[in-house]
T-cell receptor, first 113, second 106 residues
């Protein structure tokens, strides 16, 4: 079956702009979680959505937000971009809420200039 | 706040050597997972350990969960270039260790 699909794979933005990233989970998976990966901070949890509701949240500012649609597809949005937001953004899908194996996409690499 | 530490941070070895990487915490975890991330890809699950003292083997990889469920180790026997990647330990509630970046040279 198809894996987790993230779009776009690469994008370049300038400071102050906003960005929306998309994640399509594995069919049948209801949980989607988002992560930021940087060389300095490693992989950090942003939030988890399950059945269209945010269920868990990491320690990121309110500029980072997300949503999940009825078909389990999820989007995350970062507003007022800062240079430090440059990172690989990964999403993962899972069958249950905060449990079990995470299936990761290949990520969206964001560069903020 | 639960934290996971991993050591070493970087490891470069020759093909055929053995190695062990460690994942430690001051907190008790109900389970720990190990993932491997190869360049340009997302992490892929290797194993989940849930019982203190548990040992799991996956071909040349051996995973151990500490008796107190505060630490775990990953031992690779006769490393191969295909083992190259970032090894991440992950606890419940989305707690990620910083990773061990392994490079196996042919």
């Amino acid at each position: 079956k198809a894996g987790v699909t993230q779009t776009p794979r690469y994008l370049i933005k300038t400071r102050g702009q906003q960005v929306t990233l998309s994640c399509s989970p594995i069919s049948g998976h209801r949980s989607v979680s988002w992560y930021q990966q940087t060389p300095g901070q490693g992989l950090q949890f942003l939030f988890e959505y399950f059945s269209e509701t945010q269920r868990n949240k990491g320690n990121f500012p309110g500029r980072f937000s997300g949503r999940q649609f009825s078909n389990s597809r999820s989007e995350m949005n970062v507003s007022t971009l800062e240079l430090g937001d440059s990172a690989l953004y990964l999403c993962a899908s899972g069958q249950g809420l905060n449990t079990g194996e995470l299936f990761f996409g290949e990520g969206s690499r964001l560069t903020v200039l | 706040t639960q934290l996971l530490e991993q050591s070493p941070q970087f490891l470069s070895i020759q093909e055929g050597e053995n190695l062990t990487v460690y994942c430690n915490s001051s907190s008790v975890f109900s389970s720990l997972q190990w993932y491997r991330q190869e360049p340009g890809e997302g992490p892929v699950l290797l194993v989940t350990v849930v019982t203190g003292g548990e040992v799991k083997k996956l071909k040349r990889l051996t995973f151990q969960f500490g008796d107190a469920r505060k630490d775990s180790s990953l031992h690779i026997t006769a490393a191969q270039p295909g083992d190259t990647g970032l090894y991440l330990c992950v606890g419940q509630n989305f707690v990620f260790g910083p990773g061990t970046r392994l490079s196996v040279l042919p």
